[in-house]
């Protein structure tokens, strides 16, 4: 919670007959939403990938809003958490690369000791899941740490956190 209003009249308040107004915190001011709503990612092969970035109510085919490049990645599939960072699975450096929001610059380039990965599904708490080859990984921006397997599985393509925090893979 960013904090609680200092003052508050109109609507809502006892008699209702006053126009609402609401006091806030000057904190929450300085917050803005992220003005990408969808992310697109392109790739040939192992090659350059694009990833494009488009505003949520992108309904007359407008460019996009803003673009991530050199990344190197087949068919991956990337996530974006609620702050609006988003994911993306490098299979070049064999890191999820982590970006600001809006197509933002590099925040962590997280290097997975388990393998390259060529998905991204987000836990809780900071916590994301890198899969690829026969693992998923556990992760945080700070590296990952723990790597889950189950020897009946020998190519994994994606990967899924269900409310509970269970991993499907």
Not at 102 to 125: Q, R, S
Not at 133 to 148: D, F, K, P
């Amino acid at each position: 919670m960013l904090g609680t209003a200092s003052g508050m009249t109109g609507c809502g308040a006892r008699d209702g007959s006053a126009p609402a107004s609401f006091v806030v915190p000057s904190t929450l001011s300085q917050l803005r939403a992220p003005r990408v709503n969808v992310y697109v990612t392109q790739a040939n092969g192992s090659s350059d990938g694009i990833v494009y970035g488009y505003g949520a109510n992108n309904k007359a085919n407008r460019a996009a809003a803003c673009t991530i490049t050199g990344q190197k990645f087949d068919h991956s599939q990337i996530a974006t958490d609620a702050s609006g960072n988003t994911y993306l699975p490098n299979l070049q450096t064999g890191a999820i690369n982590v970006y600001a929001p809006d197509c933002g610059k590099l925040i962590a380039a997280v290097k997975d000791p388990y393998g390259a990965d060529v998905d991204v599904a987000l836990g809780k708490n900071g916590t994301f899941y890198g899969a690829g080859r026969a693992h998923v990984s556990v992760c945080t921006t700070t590296g990952c740490t723990n790597e889950l397997t189950d020897p009946s599985i020998f190519q994994l393509e994606t990967a899924a956190v269900d409310a509970s925090g269970n991993v499907w893979a």
